[in-house]
């Protein structure tokens, strides 16, 4: 017990809400805590904060050890400094929500899980450790109000994407039927796909087009005051 | 220094961007430091979180310490991380902004805070201590952004105002002049105002109408699905 301070400290740490979409169903990856408090149960990956990493660098580093995830989309979500949130003691969490595309959801459970997997948003999710279902839930909340008016979806497709699987995207989020028709006209109004000359194969009747998200002229068109909205 | 841990910890602090509107012009709450580092500097209200506090009542506390000010709009913002914030040691801070109402606005500096004053957005701001202009451009974005597509700007008008004050309200934050009619005609379609029977007074020439923000009504169509949009 080296470290010594005049005043009580709270302990630092990340926690990690990563959504996937496997273009049917939306997921949420958990792991299998090996250590007490809450031992076998499962829970948002994260830990501790080392005091020589920034917040980012430590969600990084958590996730990639937990479930061997990296280079995706992670975003600071809220921090949760309830009381008693940790049984052990004063335990302050910055959480980030992150988006994975199909594809990349390679797993590896490591260091102090001792199992990685993805669960679908659509079942009954497995009780979970400390306030990690408040946390989720706030990822939650904001993936689907943040959706509406950020073009975040598209890092949850592949890079090239029929409409219909955007659609079908934002079906699953808003848990909601959509009208095809205003749904396109909508999207294809703000001008921010670019339609490729390649198709979807492997369909029965008819192929369908892909289109890329054209992420640059988004990022221009922001700045001139386009409101992204879906 | 009593408390000591396996590991070193940062510590762990509040900061809070308080914009308020005295219906022409927007203003940030700044307080001016009595201790080092950054002695006499301006900064953003805040300090250490106590291990039995959360960390909204750390915000208020700290709030009304050393400005006077109480019961106000207060939303978390982001945390600041970085390793090198504080020149003294690894120190994280959780920003929220808050927003006051013409006339809450009276003030009182106290503990380690020698000043607390409002500065003018428009105005060349003094140099601020720690990451504080990153602390306060992270919240005028946030205001920018939020301003649009959430009612979050009654929380800077009088409980009944104008139209026009309404709109000002919008054009100062937004940095640009609306048009008068357009404004009015959205901001009437989400029907979230209430025409009272009193009228501002006072005018030169004709008087104009008091509304009030039916919150209680945008939380219910919210749940509907309506998205607010200016």
């Not at 273009?23 to 408090?37: D, M, N, T, W, Y």
């Not at 199909?102 to 102090?112: K, S």
């Not at 989720?136 to 219909?164: D, H, N, V």
Request: charged share 30%.
């Amino acid at each position: 017990m080296k470290y010594c301070y005049e005043y009580p400290r709270a302990a630092v740490t990340v926690d990690c809400v990563i959504f996937g979409f496997d273009l049917s169903q939306l997921s949420i990856l958990l792991i299998r805590r090996k250590l007490a408090p809450f031992k076998h149960k499962w829970a948002l990956p994260g830990g501790f904060v080392r005091v020589d990493e920034t917040l980012e660098q430590a969600a990084d580093r958590e996730l990639r050890e937990e479930t061997g995830l990296a280079d995706l989309f992670l975003e600071q979500l809220y921090s949760f400094g309830d009381l008693r949130r940790d049984p052990r003691e004063r335990v302050i969490s910055i959480a980030y929500y992150g988006l994975v595309k199909p594809g990349d959801q390679l797993l590896r459970a490591d260091t102090d899980a001792s199992d990685a997997r993805w669960f679908s948003m659509a079942d009954d999710l497995p009780s979970l450790a400390f306030d990690h279902k408040l946390i989720l839930e706030c990822a939650w909340k904001r993936l689907q109000a943040k959706m509406r008016y950020q073009p975040i979806g598209f890092e949850l497709l592949p890079e090239k994407f029929t409409l219909s699987q955007l659609q079908k995207l934002y079906e699953v989020i808003l848990n909601r039927q959509l009208d095809k028709r205003n749904f396109r006209k909508k999207i294809m109004a703000m001008q921010l796909l670019i339609p490729l000359e390649e198709f979807q194969t492997g369909l029965p009747n008819r192929s369908a087009r892909l289109y890329q998200f054209d992420g640059r002229k988004y990022r221009k068109l922001e700045k001139e005051g386009l409101l992204f909205e879906v």
